[in-house]
């Protein structure tokens, strides 16, 4: 069998796959727990979130282990307009996001929220122009994806999210999942990002919102003091400890595996352009990892 469905979710490496197993049996113990097993899980999984600001260039407070990028998103959606409601009730965001956002985006406008949806342009892309067109004073957030998970054209990022930071009441958070070990991804920038294991060769049910210090949020899952309460319930330690493992490898290999996987690509769009009535719908200047 020839596995093209990399975007929808990957196999995990083997090099995860043992660092996972080890963990499952030997850090089980609930990290919030005072006993030894608990304080030595909560030293990795600390270890580990310090490892993956290390790699992203942001402060260990600045990383909030989660399940999956669907949580990450509604948490980053939703936890931040209930959060700051008073600052503005317009939310921009585009016709094309992944369900997730756009499940979170219906719920704020089921709740009084102003959500907007963005156009794509020919090449699949939100126009810098287009954000600046639509930004208002009561702009409180604006959320598009770094690539789009269907045709592979990528949002540029970094411009817009200079655009939104001229706004003084407005926060820019992007979904990172299809991006994140294939490009650069300018953290500095943005105020929030959402990363997947899953997607990277990792494993299931492990994923983070990068969240800068400054911002503030609701939280969706009540319980404990868990990733600075923001997430109540006991923490999946060995998932979340693996998950610096997988960030690491994807990033030690990004350049090389790009190179790699455009060549396929380029293989892959002459054989079906060679068809009679075979058409390639991703933009030219799309993402190699996703060809439509």
Known sequence: MIYFDNASTTSVRPEVARVYKKLVEESFANADSMHSPGRKTKRQLEQARAHIARFLGVDDSEIVFTSCASESNSLAIVGYALANRQRGNHILTSNVEHSSTRHAMDFLESIGFDVERLPINERGIVSVQTVKDHLRKDTLLVSLMHVNNEIGSINPIETIADVVHTHPTCVFHSDCVQSFGKIDIPFQKLDMATIS????????????????????????????????????????????????????????????????????????????????GGHVLSPEDALPYILN
Request: proline share 4%; charged share 25%.
């Open 197 to 276: 294991a899953h997607k990277i060769h990792g494993v299931k049910g492990s994923a983070l919102l990068m969240k800068k210090n400054r911002i503030q949020l609701q939280p969706l899952v009540f319980g404990g003091q868990q990733e600075q309460g923001l997430r109540g319930g006991t923490e999946n330690a060995p998932a979340n400890i693996a998950l610096a493992k997988t960030i690491r490898l994807a990033l030690e290999e990004q350049e090389k595996t790009y190179d790699h996987v455009k060549t396929i690509r380029d293989t892959l769009k002459t054989w079906v352009e060679s068809f009679p």
